[in-house]
């Protein structure tokens, strides 16, 4: 069985930064792409970035040059830091990785969400 559990989500300022975490746990083989996305209140769930196994990433442009996504293999661990929030950024946002067990093909899991909340 595998998991996913996020961290460093809270309320922010407008301008200010979080960083966000995401470790995978359980019987992992291989993790391909990792990634977060984010859903407001009324609105569906938009994707953010995402990362692959060898580093290379892609970041939506509402949020390029705020927000960079990493990713530690050695600790299954994706991060996303986000600077200059904006009001707009509120949401809830999910972890997602691709993962292939030792038992099952590669399959889509989700975090439970992590809320960021950006307001004076």
């Known amino acids: 069985q595998v998991q996913l559990v996020e961290s460093g989500g809270g309320l922010v300022q407008p301008g200010g930064s979080l960083r966000l975490s995401c470790a995978a746990s359980?019987?992992?083989?291989?993790?391909?792409?990792m990634g977060w996305y984010r859903q407001a209140p009324g609105k569906q769930r938009e994707l953010v970035a995402v990362?692959?196994?060898?580093?290379?990433?892609s970041i939506v442009d509402s949020v390029k040059g705020r927000f960079t996504i990493s990713r530690d293999n050695a600790k299954n661990t994706v991060y996303l830091q986000m600077n200059s929030l904006k009001p707009e950024d509120t949401a809830v946002y999910y972890c997602?990785?691709?993962?292939?067990?030792?038992?099952?093909?590669?399959?889509?899991?989700w975090g439970q969400g992590t809320q960021v909340t950006v307001s004076s």
């Open positions: 997602n990785a691709n993962i292939r067990s030792y038992t099952t093909k590669s399959t889509d899991y």
């Open positions: 990362i692959t196994s060898g580093g290379s990433a």
């Open positions: 359980g019987s992992i083989f291989t993790i391909n792409f």
